[in-house]
């Protein structure tokens, strides 16, 4: 294992203790009465992410970008565990530091 498979269990974590809170957050708006809006976020961000990959998909179809290669077949080692753990540990983790109040201090953290 190297330093790019460290580095990559890393921001794995990261973006797990971010997606704990956002699940957390999701869970606190469903048990106040929203219910509406923690069913709406969820299905709003899945419709962009669906238009952005068709668009993405559309903008390499009608403006392809050269000649590609052959696709060829070998066979890749498997994953370490760090890198294969690093984001379901993140969402737990983010779960429990959102559970014990400590989200707004870590959010505040971000730029």
Do not use: C, H, Y
């Not at 971010?18 to 469903?30: E, K, N, R, T, W």
């Not at 923690?38 to 238009?51: E, H, K, Q, R, T």
């Amino acid at each position: 294992m190297g330093l790019g498979d460290w580095l990559n269990a890393a921001v794995n974590f990261v973006i797990g203790v971010l997606l704990g809170i956002a699940a957390d957050g999701l869970l606190q708006l469903a048990s106040s009465g929203q219910w509406f809006l923690a069913l709406l976020i969820p299905v709003l961000f899945a419709g962009w992410f669906l238009f952005m990959l068709l668009l993405d998909k559309g903008m390499d179809r009608l403006f392809p970008s050269g000649i590609r290669p052959a696709k060829t077949s070998k066979e890749k080692a498997p994953m370490p565990l760090p890198r294969l753990l690093g984001l379901p540990a993140g969402a737990v983790a983010g779960v429990v530091l959102a559970r014990l109040g400590l989200a707004a201090p870590l959010l505040n953290l971000l730029p």
